[in-house]
């Protein structure tokens, strides 16, 4: 059997042990290193066969998003959603460079769409990072199943809208001001981000997130690197429950 073969089976194993289903609407963060260690392609050719097994398995009526965060909007650089390369990993850059009409228009957290609801992605509010119309929202609204490939629980960039919904005391609202290439036009932008406090550790504890969840996010080996799922709506209750009783439980070291 093909090594190709062999990886195939493996990713399909993996999402059946991660109940990762046909129809699924899946965000996927993720480390490019789990594809690699399998396959001895150039790395383009690992991630877009990567890429095609995981739209194969989740059929027409799924949908995939990927991350492509780029943060230098903050710095008051424009955004270009064709040129401006993801801050979060291999395969956003590679998926950048293959699909960027899929790569939504939003500054700082735009992610790149494939599948049935690309349409009803694209129309999120590109404005405001975890407003109530905003991507986060939308995915909370739809149960996404938020897959970390290879990659820890801490990297979920959705619990940071949580923290948004629960106005944890160390993040705030801040605005910036910079441009968005939209349809070959550069187009003055106001962003609502609501951000960490300096001076603050607000980085998401691992141990914490692992902790909290429990048998709720189901985890898997791939290789060398360990794998996780959980919805939207499963994640958002348990950390809104917990955060409710102690604001700061996913950045506190103490127990």
Known sequence: ????????????????????????????????????????????????????????????????VIPTYNYDFTKGKTFNRKRSPSHVGELGNFLIKLNSSNRTYEPVFSHIVFGKLKENL??????????????????????????CFCCSPATITFIHFIEKKINVNYRYDKFFKSYNIVNNKKIKTKYKYCVGKKYIDYSLKEKKIYDLLGSKLLINNFGYFSCSQINTKLLFKAIKSKLKKNSRFLINNEN
């Open 1 to 64: 059997m093909s090594k190709k073969k062999i990886f195939k089976n493996k990713i399909e194993n993996l999402f059946k042990s991660l109940k990762i289903s046909r129809g699924d609407n899946v965000l996927i963060h993720s480390n490019s290193a789990g594809v690699h260690q399998f396959l001895d392609n150039k790395k383009d050719k690992n991630l877009k066969f990567f890429i095609d097994i995981v739209l194969e398995y989740i059929g027409k009526k799924g949908t995939l």
């Open 122 to 147: 694209f129309s999120c509010d590109t404005k405001e990072a975890f407003g109530d119309k905003s991507v986060f929202n939308y995915i909370l609204n739809k149960n996404f199943k938020i897959l």
